[in-house]
């Protein structure tokens, strides 16, 4: 049974930081692209990054680009999203996902994913 699961949010000020954690257990980590996701209140998920099996390519939503970093240990079967620079707009519900069968990149996470965490909450104060 496939489990994903995040943690690492909470309430930070405007200009801040925080860094999300992810970790999939029953399958085979390195060989899925993951994803970070985030769902606002009264606004549609979007995705905020992806990363590809080995974490050589990634990818970014222009409005976190240059303040947020994706990365992943498959030794440990973790990723990541390091948040600095926070905005209030940046405050939602954020997720993991993995196992995109409908990728067509190194790292797309456009398509359909398999399976998602149950979201950990980032709020920024301004």
């Known amino acids: 049974q496939v489990q994903v699961v995040e943690s690492g949010g909470g309430l930070v000020q405007a200009g801040g930081s925080l860094r999300l954690s992810c970790t999939a257990s029953?399958?085979?980590?390195?060989?899925?692209?993951m994803g970070w996701f985030r769902q606002a209140p009264g606004k549609e998920r979007e995705e905020v990054s992806c990363?590809?099996?080995?974490?050589?390519?990634?990818s970014y939503i222009d409005s976190v680009k240059g303040r947020f970093t994706i990365s992943r240990d498959n030794a440990k079967n973790m990723m990541y999203l390091q948040m600095n620079s926070l905005k209030p707009e940046d405050t939602a519900m954020y997720y993991c996902?993995?196992?995109?069968?409908?990728?067509?990149?190194?790292?797309?996470?456009?398509?359909?994913?398999?399976?998602w965490g149950q979201g950990t909450q980032v709020t920024v104060s301004s």
């Open positions: 996902a993995t196992d995109f069968p409908f990728a067509t990149a190194a790292a797309d996470c456009s398509g359909r994913a398999n399976y």
């Open positions: 990363i590809s099996m080995r974490g050589f390519t990634t």
């Open positions: 029953g399958l085979s980590f390195d060989d899925y692209i």
